[in-house]
Nanobody
Framework: RCKLQASGGGLVQAGDSPRLSCAAS????????MGWFRQAPLKNREFVAG????????RYADSVKGRFTISIDNAKNTVYLQMNGLKPEDTAVYYC??????????????????WGEGTLVTVSS
């Protein structure tokens, strides 16, 4: 059974640079596209960043481009989200998700095959 376990959230200050991790297990992910999504209070879940399992291709939401970096360690089956220059508006529950044989350019909250439980990031000003 596929499992995605996200970690690394917590209470941080504006400008901090925490890193989220997502450990994937339960099956082979070599043809998956992995994504980070977030859901702020009273808002819909939104795409943040995506990466091919090879790590060669990435995509970012405009709101985080230049501040966040998604990466992957294939040996550890772990996807990371390095978040730099956090702002209070980045406060949200962050989820990792996987979709088999997806198109990175159209990755969205709809159609993901597996979701992790989420980790809360609270950014204080």
């Amino acid at each position: 059974r596929c499992k995605l376990q996200a970690s690394g959230g917590g209470l941080v200050q504006a400008g901090d640079s925490p890193r989220l991790s997502c450990a994937a297990s339960g099956r082979t992910f070599s043809r998956d596209v992995m994504g980070w999504f977030r859901q702020a209070p009273l808002k819909n879940r939104e795409f943040v960043a995506g990466i091919s399992w090879s790590g060669h291709r990435t995509r970012y939401a405009d709101s985080v481009k230049g501040r966040f970096t998604i990466s992957i360690d294939n040996a550890k089956n772990t996807v990371y989200l390095q978040m730099n220059g956090l702002k209070p508006e980045d406060t949200a529950v962050y989820y990792c998700a996987a979709r088999y044989d997806a198109v990175l350019e159209t990755l969205s909250v709809y159609g993901m095959d597996y979701w992790g439980e989420g980790t809360l990031v609270t950014v204080s000003s």
